[in-house]
């Protein structure tokens, strides 16, 4: 398993469903994006592109002994569905977690502006937590101080800020919607299984975009959570990690009966992907 978590997120986002797997024999690798959790930031004057997002996908995937299954959601699902038409057989299979290869633009404004509105951080863990309890005011409960500082970093003055580089915002989010011809052509060559677990919920995707999906993968499955929104795992992580190892039991059932699946091409010695 491969686990590629949504923009403004860490491998954390993963961790409940990830160990879920593990003790059921599917072993899987979690990592933090360029610019998010503990990776690296670009430089200075190197601009996030999501052509060095895909590329990092294809090394990680292509350095794995054999094809993942990848679990992605929202930013990472994109990213996997590029990384798989640009190497086709990278993946065993994917799973895209509430993201289409176009959505609905309001949608994803709220969440933007929801990551934009705290520019000068937060005064406390506790402050961070109540802002969070009012974007998600379905969730039960608040975050607690400790599971924050997997989201939050505190600055020289004692303030505590995103994980992720403030960058990401202009210089890849923002304009994401003039991309979404170039993913819709991407979805239309992947081959490999595809499973769409979408949250009834959701601000991004919506019955309009799904439908658009699967018109350009037919091959494709569609599960909806309704009670789930856009950050889907955490809402329903039970149901959630529950469909993900009814799909990974049907495609061993699928794959047992001899029928043939693309081989998996790792890069060689892990190239094909621009520096």
């Keep these: 398993m491969l686990f ?9 986002a993963w961790s409940g469903t990830a160990a879920a797997l593990a003790g059921r024999g599917h072993a899987g690798l979690a990592y933090d994006a360029r610019g998010h959790g503990g990776s690296g930031r670009n430089a200075a004057g190197e601009a996030y592109t999501g052509q060095q997002f895909t590329d990092d996908l294809i090394v990680l995937a292509g350095e794995l002994p054999r094809p993942p299954v990848l679990v992605a959601a929202s930013m990472g699902g994109l990213f996997g569905l590029l990384a798989e038409s640009r ?8 799973v895209l977690v509430d993201i289409t290869p176009r959505w609905e633009t309001a949608g994803l404004e709220r969440i933007l502006g929801f990551m934009t509105a705290f520019p000068d951080g937060f005064a406390s863990l506790e402050q961070a937590a109540g802002s969070i309890a009012a974007y998600l005011p379905h969730r039960q409960g608040r975050k607690s101080p400790g599971s924050l ?7 020289g003055d004692g303030r505590w800020r995103w994980h992720w580089d403030p960058r990401l915002v202009d210089e890849l989010a923002r304009d994401s919607d003039r991309h ?3 993913i819709a052509e991407a979805t239309r060559a992947v081959r490999c299984p595809l499973l769409l677990v979408s949250g009834g919920r959701s601000h991004l995707v919506s019955d309009r975009t799904v439908a658009d999906f699967l018109e350009l993968a037919p091959h494709a499955r569609h599960v909806q959570l309704a009670d789930a929104t856009h950050m889907l795992a955490g809402d329903d992580n039970d149901r959630f990690t529950a469909t993900v190892l009814d799909y990974l039991a049907e495609l061993d059932r699928t794959e047992g009966t001899g029928q043939p699946s693309l081989a998996h091409r790792a890069p060689a010695p892990v190239t094909g992907a621009n520096p």
Excluded at 4 to 12: E, K
Excluded at 87 to 94: D, E, I, K, Q, T
Excluded at 149 to 155: A, H, I, Y
């Design 4 to 12: 590629a978590h949504g923009f403004g997120q860490t491998r954390r």
């Design 87 to 94: 190497w086709p057989g990278l993946f065993r299979a994917m």
């Design 149 to 155: 500082r997997e989201l939050l970093r505190e600055g």
């Design 180 to 182: 979404q011809d170039a």
